[in-house]
């Protein structure tokens, strides 16, 4: 494990989808709540709650909930092309970029996870977790754009699982 990266990862998966649908479930709060999350909410420079189907822009702050957990993911979005590129914070000061490109038909979604710390807690949980949670999602987006299928786990009764 000497020469692991710690510090980043990156997860591609192509789907059956047009850009500016796959820009859109980044950064429509409606949109990231059929794949991703249980509740979304992005703010307003003023704290007002952006309108949940309105893209996502620039230095927005954002408060992020998950089946399954009761405390938000609060963060920013640094940046939002408009296009086909998302950055956000993660984990604290992790990094996530998301990349868009058209292919062949489909939506190469490249995810780079970085900026993550060495420590113990962070190799567990942010840099394996994460790692491992990113995989899913991906596969459920993908899983969500192209059949209508939402593979999450949303029965608080089941516990944690794989999925959620």
Known sequence: MENFDWTSFTKRIAVKSDLKTIYDAWTKASELEKWFLKEVTFFNADESAYDANLNVSNNTRYQWYWYLYKDPMIGIIEEANGK??????????????????????????????????????????????????????????????EGGIDLRNKDESLGAMINN
């Open 84 to 145: 086909d590129f998302i950055r956000f914070t993660f984990e604290g000061d992790c990094l996530v970029d998301v990349s868009l490109e058209e292919k062949e038909g489909y939506v190469v979604i490249t995810l780079r996870h970085y900026n993550i710390p060495t420590d113990d807690y962070s190799r567990q949980f942010v840099r394996l977790g994460c790692s491992n949670g990113w995989t899913f999602y991906l596969t459920n987006l993908k899983s969500v754009y």
